[in-house]
């Protein structure tokens, strides 16, 4: 099964993570469970390092949400709902919050240190995030499992 991505929503994205998220599809969903998929109205895609931790660090966890759209025609793409870095916070009692949230919907991008961020701000930190992102996911770094709605 490939995943057709509605590529006009608001942020250019590159096309190596279209393909990154059609690899890890395809590497973890079975061919019985592709019906399940196929029928899915959202899919989540959560990648981990199981080294990250509140007192080492390490490669935070990112969480892409992807929800099916499907046109007059009946044709189905899909388009990205979320894209939302975790890092642990706070001294005594630690915790996952957000700290690059971007909203698809608003075509806004959150920043744990900066706020809801301008345009080029926002455009200029996607890219770098995306680019990262999608460099430790060559490095191998993450694990991926998937939630379907």
């Known amino acids: 099964m490939k995943l057709n991505f509605n590529k006009s929503q608001g942020f250019t994205l ?6 990154l998220l059609n690899i890890t599809l395809t590497t973890l969903v079975s061919d019985k469970d592709l019906v399940h998929i196929a029928n899915a109205n959202a899919i ?6 199981e080294n990250y931790s509140a007192s080492n660090g390490g490669y935070h966890p990112v969480e892409i949400r992807i929800e099916k759209e499907v046109d007059t025609n009946g044709s189905e793409q899909w388009h990205f709902n ?11 009692y630690p915790e996952l919050v957000k700290e690059v949230d971007v909203c698809f919907a608003k075509i806004q991008v959150y920043s744990l240190y900066g706020g809801w961020l301008n345009d080029r701000e926002a455009k200029s930190l996607l890219k770098l995030f995306i680019d990262n992102f999608i460099h430790c996911f ?3 770094v993450y694990k991926a499992c998937i939630s379907t709605d």
Do not use: C, H, K
């Not at 590159?14 to 393909?19: F, G, I, N, R």
């Open 138 to 140: 060559d490095m191998g």
């Open 14 to 19: 590159p096309v190596t993570l279209y393909s």
């Open 82 to 92: 979320y894209i939302t870095d975790f890092s642990y916070q706070g001294n005594t």
């Open 44 to 49: 989540t895609f959560n990648f981990r390092n």
